[in-house]
Nanobody, 123 residues
């Protein structure tokens, strides 16, 4: 059974930083794409960043240069370092897993999700 659990959200002022973590209880670390999405009430879940099975990272334009996605050596913990946070980054952030080497920006392509962690950025 795959389990996905995020932590690390909170409230910060604009310009501040937060680091999100996601622990994935799943087998081998190979052949997977791990991603972060975010969602605000009344809107669709938006892709933020991903790291594919080859370790290549991908970012949405809105966070490029400010957010960094990474994993630990086992690939069972995923991180999202968020710097220079803006009020528009306020959202529920979700960790997602796709058992495939390549990534997708579509939420529907990820079968495994965490419960989410709230990030609130005040101006």
């Amino acid at each position: 059974q795959v389990q996905v659990e995020e932590s690390g959200g909170g409230a910060v002022q604009a310009g501040g930083s937060l680091r999100l973590s996601c622990v994935l209880s799943v087998g081998s670390g190979d052949g997977r794409c791990m991603a972060w999405f975010r969602q605000v009430p009344g809107k669709e879940r938006d892709w933020v960043a991903a790291i594919d099975g080859d370790g290549l990272t991908h970012y949405a334009d809105s966070v490029k240069g400010r957010f960094t996605i990474s994993t630990d050596n086992t690939k069972n913990t995923l991180y999202l370092q968020m710097n220079s946070l803006k009020p528009e980054d306020t959202a529920m952030y979700y960790c997602a897993l796709r058992v495939a080497n390549d990534c997708s920006i579509r939420a529907a392509m990820y079968p495994y999700w965490g419960q989410g962690t709230q990030v609130t950025v005040s101006s």
